[in-house]
């Protein structure tokens, strides 16, 4: 089984900030990434999949890159409905599709 | 809109059964791969299961392999997931998923709680 491993842990930004997140498999996945944000109380929603492809309606501060066992998401300028939990899934290798442990963005 | 709606959590004692439902609407639920996922309290996102469209090819995590299962009614669009012999363990949020492997719409969850 693919392990995926997010880091940091918690992160603690300001709004308007410059958000990286990322995200490393234990082997290659190869652009067979998504990324999903979850809110306190929320059921997840997808953000990207392909590793860079947004999902309709995303906005534009979120973008993906990455490939094979390295990703990373980023938000451009963070707001304040981003303050989430960020988990990344691989399904290069289906089932499963393994998740990362999450990386809690958090107001600083 | 699409939506999908869970439901039949509750609490049940171990070694219970449960039967969770999740009913779809706003699309053609018939040509869409389908699954469930649970979270733990405070933890992190498992899948469970999953279920083709085309074929109703069936996949299991290896921890509830043999003791759940999922199906679908497409005359009903609704998708189950028979949960049998249930342990402590198995306590958790279960969200239905449209669309498989990646996910582009998640229910709202319902929880089962495992506990004497």
């Known amino acids: 089984e693919i392990v995926m491993t997010q880091s940091p842990a918690t992160l603690s930004v300001s709004p308007g900030e410059r958000v990286t997140l990322s995200c490393r498999a234990s082997q290659s996945v190869s652009s067979n990434l998504a990324w999903y944000q979850q809110k306190p109380g929320q059921a997840p929603r997808l953000l990207i999949s392909?590793?860079?492809t947004r999902a309709t309606g995303i906005p534009a501060r979120f973008s993906g890159s990455g490939s094979g066992t390295e990703f990373t998401l980023t938000i451009s300028s963070l707001q304040s409905e981003d303050f989430a939990v960020y988990y990344c899934q691989q399904y290069n290798n289906w089932p499963p599709g393994t998740f990362g442990q999450g990386t809690k963005v958090e107001i600083k | 809109e699409v939506q999908l709606l869970e439901s039949g959590g509750g609490l049940i004692q171990p070694g219970g059964s449960l039967r969770l439902s999740c009913a779809a609407s706003?699309?053609?639920?018939?040509?869409?791969?389908m699954s469930w996922f649970r979270q733990a309290p405070g933890k992190g996102l498992d899948w469970v299961s999953g279920?083709?469209?085309?074929?109703?090819?069936?996949y299991y995590s290896d921890s509830v392999k043999g003791r759940f299962t999922i199906s679908r009614d497409n005359s009903k669009n609704t998708l189950f997931l028979q949960m049998n012999s249930l342990r402590a363990e198995d306590t958790a949020v279960y969200y239905c998923?449209?669309?498989?492997?990646?996910?582009?719409?998640w229910g709202q969850g319902t929880l089962v709680t495992v506990s004497s």
């Open positions: 279920i083709s469209a085309s074929d109703g090819a069936t």
């Open positions: 392909g590793a860079f």
């Open positions: 998923g449209k669309d498989s492997p990646v996910v582009t719409i």
């Open positions: 706003g699309f053609i639920f018939s040509s869409y791969g």
